[in-house]
């Protein structure tokens, strides 16, 4: 609990709707149960992304960071692999694959298609329409 009113906080505080989709992540991931009504953040964030256009392009690259984040943690985690034994399969420092962990780094075409070739996988890149909220 004391992980996610952390990051709480520091949503409100600092970034509010950058790392809104990281804190439920984390809470999912802590099996936190006593998920904080995150209401007004989400309605503070939706009008924030309709009146500022710069804003709604950030909040949209990170959301595609943190979606990348998601999916290369379940695959090291598939292949039961720690953040170290996963960057020397792939031949990347531990650094990289703990910022792509966390949503901290823009991932490239070519640096997903390393893991994938590296971890025999396929890269699936998928456009679907914006959800207007």
Known sequence: MAIFVMVKRFLVVNIV????????????????????DMSKIDEYAS????????????????????????????????????????????????STVARLETGAMNASTKLLSEIALATNQQVTIEFSPLVKA
Do not use: M, S, Y
């Open 17 to 36: 709707d950058l790392w809104l989709p990281l804190a439920i992540v984390i809470a999912e991931k802590c099996r936190i149960k006593e998920v904080i």
């Open 47 to 94: 009008r924030r992304r309709q009146d500022d256009a710069q804003f709604a392009q950030a909040a949209q690259l990170a959301n595609i960071n943190l979606v990348v984040a998601v999916q290369v943690r379940a695959l090291r985690e598939q292949l039961g692999l720690t953040q170290r034994a996963f960057a020397q399969l792939i031949h990347k420092p531990q």
